[in-house]
DNA sequence: GTTTAGCACTTGAACTCATAGAGTGCTAAA
DNA sequence: TTTAGCACTCTATGAGTTCAAGTGCTAAAC
């Protein structure tokens, strides 16, 4: 992931930065006389007409049609933004300011990452995105049933990470607030740190013989806990503020548009994005930007995603950034994401996370 | 709400009905020859134009441009599909295999309006809508505080309805699982019912009295209590496939599409269309439909809305429904939004309304 | 009184043609 | 290596034309 364009003249990368940064402004090709008039150079237009036809060969400058200006390829954004990148260091100055726009809302991490994606899209005035990864099929670490009425319990079923999920039982015979704490006890033996696939028949028939009062409850609740587990929490996206980016003249065709729209739709493709740079070697933790169709996400078409991910204690959580058109405003969007990813990383931190005491340390016994 | 049409001659009905169906199944304007060669009538292209030029006086038909055929007006989809909701008669035919679609993947309300919103969208080939109105500031009726370990307790609050919430709390001291129940106790002897207004420093003081252990974990759960109270469900809207509707000529300009964007974005406009028929005394739990600029809503644009609200227990808890373009197929989409609402309302009474037990009868008790 | 035939009229869509403008590539000179 | 100049390409724009569809209206027919 070196600079691919160290080997061009510094008169090069200041044409292509040129380009690239009049294109972002203005949206239209950019032509030698224009570079030539901009006072950045003491070379003619001819001059740079050269280089520039020498950055096309290279692959980081094309033209729309054969006589108009160029515009930067993917390759070409690639560099640009590689070069930000590089000299970007964390202002950190705003996110005093966005830690407490966020800070208004304290909530669950669902909430505040809705709010980062609303707030993202309200800065940048491109669409914000939040999302937040499934969490396969976790195993629930602790259960509690609670007595509501005579035949109606709720059943809290609790995450290593404390998040929680709820469901409603509702029977067709009496119940005692008894049975509501045997219910319990028998699911905090039998099924603690059990992922979905592992809870079969025989564990079934074990946690009926403990509560004798109400096979039906227990079978109830154990289908519950097993649909509640396997179903997981299926990950989500939140596209906020798309509507600004009709604004924006690449997407006055409805073509650029249907992409995006799928992407809010669809869901797993952005998730992949995140899953993949959970695995892989090289998340620094630092702003990532993809442009176009790298990385195979075919939706993304002719946008491009800026975006940074949330941790809590290490362990990735989910991610917040911007999608707007391929010539976005870099520079903004850059420290704004990661501003806002820092002051969701600090809320969140502060906010301390509820664990679970060590047990079975997130491998599950396979007893 | 009687047939405003009911003035017109049985030719007139016919010809309006056919440019109806004619310019849903083309799209394009209806002119006096097609209708003519349709076969369906005996008279001639010139007394269908005279027909027509009157219909087109009383608001029913217009002509895009004075060369072209007709199209329905607003009130002209209005006769259509009041005629056809008078003759339908729910079918109620495909509801096993809607209902066996849907429960499949039986969850939580939450969960199955997304998976409606869904199978709308694929059946057909429309954007699929799924609603659930917000809970305003709902009051609690019991809680139960979970210790999960020394400096970490799970709060959950549950609803009238037996919905329920969980929120974490973590402490900077020790506890011990005993300081759960007291604060349970605290809770569930000062706050069950007390809408979010109402907590207020005396009822905190009371609290801290009765649990001299920890007053910062009473000082931290009433908070809790009250944001989760405060901020309420804010109400839901799931729009799926909306791609869909970008195959359909009356969404090729971005103009249109803006509008759908923004709805799904702002997501409060559809929140008050069945808020309003909520309160609104002409609820008869059928399958309602809404044309372009009718009711106030503004963003719907060039689109129409068919929906039918989705109860337990008399009391509506959501809606389904398609948006689409003006010139949608009627028929299929009706039986169909009629069919997947009555589905799911079949699927969650059979899956019975856990309640609490009546207690404050909805009002709270303001001591 | 209602229906029909015929005709003039209007209008949008599609097509051609010409023009202007922008920007390039290339060659030859500095 | 840079520059000046020039021919070339391509797009966008606008005017002019034709074409087809469909109407409104009038006068005749049932």
Same mark, same amino acid.
């Given at each position: 992931?070196?600079?691919?364009?160290e080997?061009?003249?510094?008169?090069?990368?200041?044409?292509?930065?040129?380009?690239?940064?009049?294109?972002?402004?203005n949206?239209?090709?950019?032509?030698s006389?224009?570079?030539?008039?901009?006072?950045?150079?003491?070379?003619?237009?001819?001059?740079?007409?050269?280089?520039?036809?020498?950055?096309?060969?290279?692959g980081?400058?094309?033209?729309?049609?054969?006589?108009?200006?160029?515009?930067?390829?993917?390759?070409?954004?690639?560099?640009y933004v590689?070069?930000?990148?590089?000299?970007?260091?964390?202002?950190a100055?705003?996110?005093?300011?966005?830690?407490?726009?966020?800070?208004?809302?304290?909530a669950?991490?669902?909430?505040?990452?809705?709010?980062?994606?609303?707030?993202?899209?309200?800065?940048?005035?491109?669409?914000?995105?939040?999302?937040?990864p499934?969490?396969?099929?976790?195993?629930?670490?602790?259960?509690?049933?609670i007595?509501?009425?005579?035949?109606?319990?709720?059943?809290?079923?609790?995450?290593?990470?404390?998040?929680?999920?709820?469901?409603?039982?509702?029977t067709?015979?009496?119940?005692? &607030? !008894?049975? @509501?704490? +045997?219910? /319990?006890? %028998?699911?905090?033996?039998? *099924?603690?740190?059990v992922p979905?696939?592992?809870?079969?028949?025989?564990?079934?028939?074990?946690?009926e013989?403990?509560?004798?009062a109400?096979?039906?409850l227990?079978?109830?609740?154990?289908?519950s806990?097993?649909?509640?587990?396997?179903?997981?929490?299926s990950?989500?996206v939140?596209?906020?503020?798309?509507?600004?980016?009709?604004g924006? &003249? !690449?997407? @006055?065709? +409805?073509e /650029?548009? %249907?992409?995006?729209?799928? *992407?809010?739709?669809?869901?797993?493709?952005?998730?992949?994005?995140?899953?993949?740079?959970?695995e892989?070697?090289?998340d620094?933790?630092?702003?990532?930007?993809l442009i176009?169709?790298?990385n195979?996400l075919?939706?993304?078409?002719?946008?491009a995603?800026?975006?940074?991910?949330?941790?809590?204690g290490?362990?990735?959580?989910?991610?917040?950034?911007?999608?707007?058109?391929?010539?976005?405003?870099?520079?903004?969007?850059?420290?704004?994401?990661?501003?806002?990813?820092n002051?969701?990383?600090?809320?969140?931190?502060?906010?301390?996370?509820?664990?679970?005491?060590?047990?079975g340390?997130?491998?599950?016994?396979?007893?």
């Open positions: 992931m070196k600079q691919k364009g080997g061009l003249s510094a008169r090069k990368q200041l044409i292509l930065r040129t380009v690239v940064e009049s294109y972002i402004e949206g239209e090709p950019v032509g006389k224009f570079l030539c008039d901009c006072g950045k150079f003491t070379c003619s237009s001819a001059t740079i007409r050269n280089e520039m036809a020498e950055l096309e060969t290279l980081y400058l094309e033209q729309p049609h054969t006589s108009s200006g160029r515009i930067p390829t993917e390759t070409g954004y690639r560099f590689d070069l930000l990148l590089q000299n970007y260091n964390s202002a100055g705003d996110v005093e300011r966005i830690k407490s726009a966020l800070r208004e809302k304290r669950e991490l669902d909430s505040i990452l809705t709010q980062a994606s609303r707030l993202a899209s309200t800065l940048t005035n491109y669409t914000g995105v939040a999302l937040r499934g969490k396969g099929n976790a195993a629930f670490a602790k259960f509690e049933a007595y509501l009425a005579p035949r109606s319990l709720l059943l809290v079923m609790i995450r290593e990470d404390g998040t929680a999920k709820t469901r409603n039982l509702r067709d015979t009496d119940l005692l &607030p !008894e049975d @509501a704490k +045997t219910l /319990s006890a %028998a699911l905090n033996a039998c *099924l603690s740190n979905a696939h592992q809870i079969t028949l025989p564990l079934m028939m074990k946690m013989e403990m509560c004798p109400a096979p039906v227990v079978r109830m609740a154990v289908k806990v097993y649909e509640a587990a396997s179903e997981g929490e990950g989500d939140r596209l906020e503020g798309m509507d600004r980016l009709l924006y &003249p !690449e997407y @006055a065709d +409805t /650029s548009i %249907a992409g995006l729209i799928g *992407l809010g739709d669809s869901k797993t493709e952005l998730l992949d994005i995140v899953a993949q740079s959970e892989g070697e090289e620094d933790g630092e702003v990532k930007i176009g169709s790298e195979r075919g939706a993304l078409g002719s946008s995603l800026v975006y940074k991910t949330v941790r809590r290490g362990k990735i959580v989910g991610a917040v950034g911007v999608i707007g058109p391929r010539r976005m405003k870099y520079q903004n969007v850059i420290s704004m994401v990661d501003s806002l990813a002051g969701i990383n600090e809320l969140i931190s502060d906010d301390a996370p509820p664990l679970l005491p060590e047990k340390e997130g491998k599950t016994s396979d007893d």
